[in-house]
C-alpha cells in the first residue's frame, strides 16, 4: 500500500521558494500592476481633460490630431523625445487656434480661395507662428492695417480666374455678364455634378458683392456656391434653367459652362473701380 505525499510550494516575497517555483517577489509585482493601472486611468483622465481643453481653445466640436500623437509614444520614452510630442501638439493647437481666431475676427471673409490657401499653407509650414498674446496682437494689427489691401488683392485673385490678361493691357472690365468654365459635368447625359473648384469661384465671385454692399458674408454652409450646387443636385433638367441668388443669375449648359448675368450695376461699377486702380491700363477710360 502505497501513501500519497501533497506537494505544496510556498510563494515567499523574499526567500527561495524551491526549485518548483523561483524566488518572486509577488507583492512588489502585485503592487507595480496595481499602481500602473491607476497611473494609466489618471493619464486617460488627463487626455480627456487635455483634449476638452483644446477643443474649447479651438472653438471646435472635437480636436483632431491627438489621439495619433498618443498612439505613436514609444515605449522608449525620453526627454528628447518629450520635447518632440510638445513640439508637435503645440503645432496642433496653434493652428487651430489661428483658424479660430482667423474665422471669428472675420479676416477669411475678406480673402480670396487663393489667399486662404496660402494661409493654410503658412499655418502647415515650419513657419507657423507659436500662440502667444505678443504675436496674436502683432499679426492682427498688421492684418488689420492691411485689410482694404487684402481685399482688393482678393477681387482681382477672382479676375484672373477670368484669364484675362492685365499685362497686355487687355480692355477688360467686368460687365454685365461673363462666362465661367468647368463648373459642372454631365455624364453620360444623365448625372450631373457640381464642382469643388466651380463652388469655389462662385463664392469668390460673389464675396465682394456682399462686402461692397455692407452685409456679412454667408457661412460657407448656405453660400451661393452651395445652394447652386443643391439647385444643380436636382438633376440634369435643371442644366440650363436659371438660378437666382443676392447679386446675379446663374445658367448652366452641359459642356459645363455656366453664364453669370449680374443684377447689380452699381456694384459692378465698384468693382471695376478696384481693377483700375490696381491695373490703370486694363479698363478702357469712361466715354
Not at 489618471?42 to 466640436?61: E, R, Y
Amino acid at each position: 500500500m502505497h501513501s500519497t505525499t501533497a506537494l505544496t510550494v510556498d510563494i515567499n516575497p523574499t526567500q527561495s521558494a524551491g526549485e518548483v517555483i523561483p524566488s518572486v517577489a509577488i507583492d512588489r509585482i502585485i503592487a507595480q500592476r496595481d499602481s500602473g493601472i491607476a497611473t494609466f486611468m489618471q493619464g486617460m483622465n488627463l487626455i480627456h481633460q487635455a483634449q476638452k481643453q483644446l477643443t474649447d481653445a479651438a472653438g471646435k466640436v472635437c480636436f483632431y490630431g491627438l489621439t495619433e500623437i498618443v498612439t505613436c509614444i514609444s515605449s522608449s520614452y525620453t526627454s528628447g523625445e518629450e520635447a518632440r510630442i510638445q513640439r508637435r501638439i503645440s503645432r496642433l493647437a496653434d493652428r487651430a487656434v489661428w483658424q479660430r481666431l482667423m474665422n471669428e475676427t472675420g479676416m477669411l471673409t475678406l480673402m480670396s480661395t487663393k489667399q486662404r490657401e496660402a494661409w493654410d499653407k503658412s499655418l502647415y509650414s515650419e513657419d507657423c507662428p507659436e500662440i502667444s498674446l505678443d504675436n496674436v496682437l502683432a499679426t492682427f494689427k498688421n492684418l488689420n492695417a492691411n485689410k482694404t489691401n487684402t481685399f482688393e488683392q482678393g477681387v482681382i485673385d477672382v479676375f484672373r480666374t477670368l484669364s484675362w490678361d492685365y499685362k497686355t493691357n487687355n480692355p477688360c472690365c467686368l460687365g454685365k455678364k461673363i462666362i465661367l468654365n468647368g463648373i459642372i459635368e454631365v455624364n453620360e447625359g444623365k448625372y450631373c455634378s457640381f464642382r469643388t473648384y466651380g463652388q469655389e469661384r462662385i463664392n469668390d465671385l460673389a464675396r465682394p458683392f456682399w462686402l461692397l454692399d455692407g452685409k456679412n458674408v454667408p457661412d460657407f454652409r448656405v453660400s451661393e456656391g452651395v445652394k447652386f450646387r443643391d439647385f444643380i443636385g436636382r438633376g440634369t433638367q435643371q442644366v440650363g434653367e436659371l438660378f437666382t441668388c443676392d447679386y446675379f443669375t446663374i445658367r448652366a449648359f452641359k459642356k459645363g459652362t455656366a453664364h453669370i448675368t449680374f443684377t447689380r450695376p452699381e456694384l459692378v461699377d465698384k468693382i471695376n473701380e478696384i481693377v483700375a486702380r490696381h491695373y490703370p491700363g486694363a479698363l478702357p477710360p469712361e466715354v
